[in-house]
């Protein structure tokens, strides 16, 4: 089992910044891929970042430039710094682990994060 917990949500003025953390129960490393997902009113769950327990990283091409996702293993902590936001960066945003051994993958319970002036 692994419980995901993530934090840093909230409202900020388009252009401005946030950091969402993810807290893992279990080392980060053991989690062969953690992404972020975000879902707004009325759309479809859509992957926003990943990272690889190996340091890999993907974006998506919305976001690609402005937003970096990264790992702490000291922390069990995956973060996902959002710069330059937009107001079409509003959602609720999840963290999701895939292990592949157990084959199934485990989801936070989401923060909201709200873009506008």
């Known amino acids: 089992q692994v419980q995901l917990v993530e934090s840093g949500g909230g409202l900020v003025q388009p252009g401005g910044s946030l950091r969402l953390s993810c807290a893992a129960s279990?080392?980060?490393?053991?989690?062969?891929?953690m992404g972020w997902y975000r879902q707004a009113p009325g759309k479809q769950r859509e992957l926003v970042a990943s990272?690889?327990?190996?340091?890999?990283?993907h974006y998506a091409d919305s976001v690609k430039g402005r937003f970096t996702v990264s790992g702490d293993n000291a922390k069990n902590t995956v973060y996902l710094q959002m710069n330059s936001l937009k107001p079409e960066d509003t959602a609720v945003y999840y963290c999701?682990?895939?292990?592949?051994?157990?084959?199934?993958?485990?989801w936070g319970q989401g923060t909201q994060v709200t873009v506008s002036s």
């Open positions: 999701q682990g895939w292990i592949a051994t157990l084959r199934r993958d485990y």
């Open positions: 279990r080392n980060i490393f053991s989690i062969n891929v």
């Open positions: 990272i690889t327990s190996g340091g890999s990283t």
